[in-house]
């Protein structure tokens, strides 16, 4: 990754269309009771930081106003796409993931979850 993440995250389906993962997506850890919003990610590199794709809201309100966003990574691990009725005329996609949770002068941590796509 020459010392800085990936910014694209893509995956090429089986039918010929592409899962993309964009800021805006929402995440949906296994180990968490609710998921956030994917928000940009950081270039910024230094010897105990690689970077990151994406910052996760993490729903923990800051002190100063807006809340902590965790530096993660996405891999899309899932070949299926599933479709979630989300209200009477939203219909929201999503695949399996790898998520990275990006250490900062630690290591990194590892979970998987769901991830809203957009397909192209």
């Given at each position: 990754m020459n010392g800085q993440a990936e910014k694209a995250v893509e995956k090429e389906l089986?039918?010929?269309?592409?899962?993309?993962?964009?800021?805006?997506?929402?995440?949906?850890?296994?180990?968490?009771?609710?998921?956030?919003?994917?928000?940009?990610?950081?270039?910024y590199v230094d010897d105990g930081f690689h970077g990151c794709q994406f910052r996760l809201e993490s729903g923990l309100a800051r002190p100063e106003g807006g809340y902590y966003a965790i530096a993660v990574n996405i891999t899309i691990?899932?070949?299926?796409?599933?479709?979630?009725?989300?209200?009477?005329?939203?219909?929201?996609?999503?695949?399996?993931?790898?998520?990275?949770?990006?250490?900062?002068?630690?290591?990194?941590?590892?979970?998987h979850g769901w991830v809203t796509v957009e397909l192209q």
């Open positions: 089986a039918d010929g269309r592409h899962a993309v993962v964009v800021v805006g997506a929402y995440l949906e850890p296994d180990r968490w009771d609710i998921g956030g919003l994917l928000m940009d990610g950081d270039d691990t899932g070949s299926k796409v599933f479709y979630e009725n989300v209200g009477l005329s939203f219909l929201r996609t999503k695949m399996r993931c790898k998520i990275e949770y990006v250490g900062d002068c630690e290591p990194s941590t590892f979970d």
